[in-house]
């Protein structure tokens, strides 16, 4: 019995070592495949000529902060971390007005309700890439669903490939309804 | 004695076969860390293999870690739609769309065909999200 419990314990260590194992040289191989070369990107042809002289993402995007989707690049935090410092502007005299105003949209069903920054995204943008075009500034004034947005327009013109996708609901969904309780009624 | 050992054996293998599912669920689990990452790549092909030359692959990754999104969808004038921005040769070299920057003064010039003209022959136009996403519009 002793004996059995013994080879149990054996095997189960064997077991673990095999799985961190794995896990390690899965991890290993991610940090160079997770991004795959443009070779491999079923977008550029492998026998043009410019392949050796694109930059690879790899070498570009793995020293940024990571993110769990999309392109696995935390690009807010890589802008406010200084990993990168992007132009604002080629030959105007443009600049981003950084405008720390949030908006909650409350009108989201079951879903939590959606706080949305305008700080990060003025970070980015300038006001005009988003008004009066996409969005009325007029809090409200904008009616659009989820549909809406899953089909390409307002908030989906860039959150799918560009910024972080529509897969990570919760970010944009993330104050409870319960958050902002309605008022109790007057005595 | 001899009962008692045939009675232990098949345990021990179900135990040990317990022990291989929990290892095979455990590796299953490790399975989602190999995803790869979308780019939000786009792809010119309205004109470009009817000219003879392969389709442009655009990165977004590549310009944002340099120029803030404003530059191409404000100053330049890029539409914030793939297939909305109708692009000729002429207009880049007339320092129009891509011609803004690739000017060989703020980046490579536009006779550099191969650089951007990089895709493989046959692509349909449009930005691509990959399979998390799919890209807008394609849910």
Known sequence: ?187 | MGRHIENHQPVIIRNLMVWLILLLSLLTLLAPFSVHAEYGDVVFNKRAEKAGVRPVIFPHWFHRIRYKCNVCHSEIGFKMRAGANDIFMANIKNGKFCGACHNNQIAWGAENCHLCHSGLPGLNSGIRGGDTTAGPGKW
């Not at chain 1, 013994?6 to 095999?18: D, E, M, N, S, T």
């Not at chain 1, 694109?54 to 990993?83: F, I, M, T, Y």
């Not at chain 1, 990168?84 to 949030?102: F, W």
Request: hydrophobic fraction near 35%; charged fraction near 15%; proline fraction near 5%.
């Open chain 1, 1 to 187: 019995m002793k004996q059995s419990i013994a080879k149990q314990f054996l095997g189960v260590c064997v077991g673990l070592c095999i799985a961190q194992t794995t896990f390690a040289i899965d991890t290993d191989s991610n940090a160079n495949s997770f991004w795959l070369p443009l070779a491999q990107d079923e977008l550029h042809d492998p026998a043009g000529p410019a392949l050796n002289q694109l930059q690879s993402p790899s070498e570009a995007l793995s020293v940024l902060p990571r993110d769990g989707a999309g392109d696995q690049v935390n690009w807010v935090k890589a802008l406010n971390n200084g990993n990168i410092k992007p132009r604002i502007n080629i030959r105007s005299n443009t600049q981003t007005e950084v405008l720390d105003l949030d908006v909650l949209l409350r009108n989201t069903g079951e879903m939590g309700m959606v706080n949305f920054p305008h700080k990060q995204h003025t970070e980015w943008l300038i006001c005009s890439n988003c008004h009066e075009g996409i969005f009325k500034s007029k809090a409200g004034a904008t009616k659009f669903s989820m549909y809406d947005i899953l089909n390409g327009e307002y908030c989906g013109r860039c959150h799918g490939a560009v910024a972080f996708p529509l897969t990570e609901c919760n970010r944009c969904h993330n104050v409870p309804h319960t958050a902002i309780a309605a008022p109790a009624k007057a005595n």
